[in-house]
């Protein structure tokens, strides 16, 4: 059977107007594109010497509030980010609450690059691997007493990720795990 063909030509043309986009639409346009993100660190050395300073003032920062009793705990907000700063604030005044105080400081050597994703984004943007020695530090209870166990390990790997806060231009903690805890 033959279409007239008026039915033809009018289904060719439906045709090319569905194809060629000029349908009426109810959605509407995506949102224009904002600026994208634009990685702060030109090379994986780089970005591995940013990690190590900013974990280095994270401990720095991180001891000084222990060594305190766990005080003031919101000083962490200059270096740590995220959910990771929520945990570490309880963590911190559950230790003031508790009573204790830290002595000694943790040393920090041997990072190494895990990963760095410069067109990722600025959340996760670089992880590395660090050795962590507390054998200097002790932890006292309110009488003065060690609650160290002397079977701890006293170096352990860590994984650390970071943020790239770009309103603050800053690199900061936002997760920590104990990757090994083994001699490093």
């Known amino acids: 059977m033959r279409l007239p063909n008026l039915v033809r030509v009018s289904g060719g043309v439906l045709l090319l107007v569905l194809l060629s986009g000029c349908v009426p639409s ?56 995220g959910d990771f700063l929520a945990s570490s604030i309880e963590g911190l005044r559950e230790f003031e ?19 760095y994703s410069p067109s990722g984004g600025s959340r996760e943007i670089i992880t590395i691997y660090v050795c962590r020695n507390i054998s200097g530090v002790d932890v006292l209870d309110s009488s003065g007493q060690s609650v160290v166990s002397p079977e701890r390990d006293d170096s352990s790997i860590m994984q650390v990720t970071f943020d790239y806060v770009e309103d603050r231009a800053a690199l900061m903690v936002s997760d920590q795990l104990l990757w090994s805890s083994r001699e490093c």
């Open 26 to 81: 109810d959605t509407t346009p995506p949102p224009e594109q904002t600026a994208s993100f634009v990685a702060p660190y030109a090379s994986d050395e780089e970005a591995l010497a940013a990690a190590e300073e900013a974990y280095a003032e994270y401990v720095r920062v991180s001891g000084e509030i222990l060594e305190q009793g766990g005080a003031d705990p919101e000083r962490l907000e200059t270096v740590v980010t």
């Open 97 to 115: 609450e508790a009573g204790k105080r830290q002595t000694g400081e943790s040393k920090v050597g041997n990072a190494e690059l895990q990963r």
